[in-house]
């Protein structure tokens, strides 16, 4: 059974709260697992979730100064990762009561990781175009298909799985959303090596996977709207830059963390920031390059100093945007597109960065460690102790404008939806999706 939390309006009394839990709760040498059950169960890791979900009912802005209250109480913040992001929300709205304890309390305690199964190699930026297929054997949902970009898919137990139940029925209504068990024999999650050298995400091969009727995560079919909440909490979640965790730990019983010391992944006491950043500091990726260029003997340079005061202006509007946000809905209104806005700002803010931090190192930046135990031979031959961080987030930078929806779709949601721009000219939306063109 959930546990039941009053909505809590005021920040301040919570705080106080939060600050006496962690005194009595805190014990750097429990395991992880029962650090995340006791910070899970409280309410603590997801407060952003309803009562009824394990979580408290606060605004994100509070959940926010909730989790820099535990980075800088020095204890290990909530779960990282895509489950407490995006699969415990979408879950609270559309999943039923056994789902919320099934799923919602294995994620807020960390017990289990997710990943996401949407995009497929023919459906991106169209992915109500998807083609793995979902059909009923008795009692089981049997899956058949392929899906592409899987972050984390390799640690993850569980997948938000997003697939066709109704081939005859148009494209966006025969959809319906699953939770997929990953560790079954019908699951194959192939790693990709990325440009940065890493293989975050993976190609994930389903052959008569399986899950049964009880996974399925809202109506039949009606999977689109599930997706879309799954959608608007990755947008609002990256456009703001994430979690505010000071020490993120991977979740779930392949990582095996579960089991470690809790104390081990926290900094001594006097190693640590008195506080962590508030939003405001955080959304200052300019000071960071201050530094940067400082230390590099550039901080004199005209260009270099126009683009530090571009990335000044871009954390300002995003701190700006988020007041008004923040003042609007506490009038009870919103302000449409904002989410979309946000992201659009964020791969802006990464672009100026790949950039400002390349002119800064110079001809130093053709250097990378493509595998991270090379970064102090690099840092050994270029006397540059920031240049692995900055040749890694360059090569990075060219994600967040294609993650959670592209810029341009981005752009495009913008001028349909808020500006109330004409749609793209198309017969997909009645049409059944079987009838469709399609690529060979
Ligand atoms: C780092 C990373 C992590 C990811 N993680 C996951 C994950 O965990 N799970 C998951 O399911 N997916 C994930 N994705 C996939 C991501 O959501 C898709 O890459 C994205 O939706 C774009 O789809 P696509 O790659 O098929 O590009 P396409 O849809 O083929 O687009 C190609 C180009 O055409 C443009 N374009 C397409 N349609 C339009 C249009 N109507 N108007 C204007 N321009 C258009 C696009 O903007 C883009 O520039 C991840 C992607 C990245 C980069």
């Not at 998807?130 to 899987?150: I, P, R, S, Y």
Request: hydrophobic share 40%.
């Amino acid at each position: 059974m959930a546990i039941q939390v009053t909505e809590v309006g005021d920040a301040s009394d919570l705080l106080s709260e939060l600050r006496a839990w962690l005194s009595e709760n805190w014990d750097a040498d429990i395991t992880v697992a029962e650090w995340w059950n006791r910070l899970g169960l409280a309410g603590w890791s997801a407060p952003g979730l309803p009562s009824h979900a394990y979580g408290r009912g606060v605004a994100r802005s509070v959940a926010v100064q909730i989790a820099q209250e535990i980075a800088s109480f020095g204890a290990v913040g909530a779960p990282d990762g895509l489950g407490l992001l995006l699969a415990a929300p979408t879950i609270a709205d559309h999943g039923t009561s056994e789902q919320i304890e099934r799923f919602v309390r294995d994620i807020v305690t960390g017990q289990k990781a997710w990943c996401q199964l949407f995009s497929e190699p023919g459906a991106g930026s169209d992915l109500a175009g998807l083609t793995t297929k979902a059909e009923l054997d008795g009692d089981e949902w049997v899956f058949n298909g392929q899906k592409v970009w899987t972050s984390g898919g390799q640690i993850a137990d569980i997948g938000m799985l997003i697939a066709r139940t109704a081939p005859d029925a148009p494209k966006h209504q025969g959809i319906s959303y699953f939770a997929l068990a990953m560790h079954q024999s019908g699951v194959d999650v192939r790693p990709l090596r990325e440009m940065t050298g890493h293989a975050l995400f993976n190609e994930t091969f389903l052959t008569d996977a399986h899950c049964t009727r009880d996974d399925l995560i809202g109506q039949l079919n009606n999977g689109w709207a599930v997706a879309n909440t799954t959608l608007g909490y990755e947008r609002s979640g990256l456009g703001t830059g994430g979690s505010a965790r000071g020490v993120s730990v991977v979740p779930g019983t392949v990582a095996g963390n579960l089991e470690r010391r809790v104390g081990d992944f926290v900094a001594p006491a006097g190693e640590r920031p008195r506080r962590a950043p508030s939003a405001g500091q955080r959304a200052q990726a300019y000071e960071l390059f201050v530094g940067l260029a400082k230390g590099n003997g550039k901080n004199k340079d005209p260009l270099i100093r126009q683009d530090l005061v571009r990335l000044f202006a871009f954390g300002e509007l995003g701190r700006l945007n988020a007041e008004r946000l923040k003042a609007t809905r506490a009038r009870g209104g919103d302000i449409a597109g904002m989410a979309n806005i946000s992201k659009l700002s964020m791969s802006s803010v990464m672009r100026l960065s790949r950039d400002l931090g390349f002119r800064i190192v110079g001809s130093q930046g053709m250097i990378h460690a493509y595998d991270s135990a090379d970064n102090q031979t690099v840092t050994d031959a270029t006397h540059n102790p920031f240049l692995a961080g900055v040749t890694m987030s360059a090569l990075y930078a060219q994600a967040p404008s294609i993650y959670g929806g592209t810029d341009q779709i981005q752009r495009n949601i913008i001028g349909e939806r808020v500006l109330g721009l004409p749609r793209d000219p198309g017969n997909d939306k009645d049409m059944p999706f079987s009838q469709l063109p399609k690529n060979a």
